[in-house]
């Protein structure tokens, strides 16, 4: 029997050879994932209810061990794994992911990234008393470098399009092989609060923002800078959003005008 298992992440990679300079890059340009000291990983067996793992070790890396206190692993069956664990996710076959609710704090900055960011191990069996999980992401990381026409505290940053194209809502099966993602809810938009980040005229703001996994390739989208007073727009090409990977998109943006309809 296995009390204690290693959960190792990986890195989003950076489609089309993109690189970065922020402090949460490394292995060539990736950015890693870092365990945090009270999180808590849900462990599925291949026969039933899942298992909360909290951390034992390991915070601040990529790899953290994880103790199941008095469950244990038994080396004849099958496991999944995923975060973030909550208790009502009982079957493992509907786990909700939702895009809503994103914050950046601070341009360039990625600390406030992983609330988001739903990963998932593939299978794995116990032996010689190890386990060993290796997560994927279930969503892609978009980087958007954006010049400001004018001094601004800025507030919100949305990408939209004419259509719904937006899987904001989704469920992931992880009894599934491979993993199943179920589109719930649809959107034109998907939005990121922001704090603490202001710019000067013609000066550059770097944000990043979850994305669910779709194809938008082609795709003309609307990425909107708001402020309290002013919105700023410039017309982007989407990419097919691949899950686990980064994409970067950079544009210089315009005042947005709004037209007068003379209403009361």
């Known amino acids: ?78 496991y999944v794994a995923y975060y973030p664990y909550n208790y009502d996710n009982r079957t493992g076959e509907a786990i909700p992911m939702t895009y809503k609710g994103q914050t950046q704090v601070g341009n360039d900055n990625l600390d406030n990234l992983t609330k988001c960011d739903y990963i998932v191990s593939s299978i794995s069996t116990p032996s010689n008393g190890e386990a060993s999980f290796q997560f994927k992401h279930m969503g892609a990381l978009a980087r958007f470098v954006l010049t400001v026409p004018e001094a601004a505290t800025l507030t919100e940053f949305t990408l939209s399009s004419e259509d719904e194209v937006f899987p904001v809502g989704q469920t992931v099966n992880v009894r599934t092989n491979p993993i199943a993602i179920t589109n719930k809810k649809m959107s034109k938009t998907i939005s990121m609060s922001l704090s603490g980040i202001s710019a000067s ?30 919105e700023y727009t410039a017309t982007i090409t989407g990419k097919n959003y691949e899950s686990g990977k980064a994409y970067s998109h950079i544009a210089t943006l315009s005042l947005h005008e709004y037209v007068d309809l003379g209403l009361p």
């Not at 909290?54 to 953290?64: F, S, V």
């Not at 005229?201 to 002013?230: F, H």
């Open 201 to 230: 005229a013609g000066s550059t703001v770097t944000l990043y923002m979850l994305l669910p996994a779709v194809n938008l390739n082609a795709q003309n989208l609307t990425a909107t800078l708001a402020s309290a007073t002013s």
């Open 1 to 78: 029997d296995v009390k204690h298992v290693s959960m190792n992440v990986a890195d989003f990679e950076w489609a089309d050879g993109e690189q970065t300079r922020t402090t949460a890059v490394n292995n060539g340009g990736s950015i890693s994932f870092r365990w945090s000291a009270k999180d808590t990983v849900g462990i599925f067996p291949d026969k039933g209810d899942q298992v909360s793992f909290p951390i034992e070790e390991g915070a601040g890396t990529g790899t953290a061990v994880f103790n199941g206190g008095g469950w244990a692993l038994k080396s004849q069956s099958t």
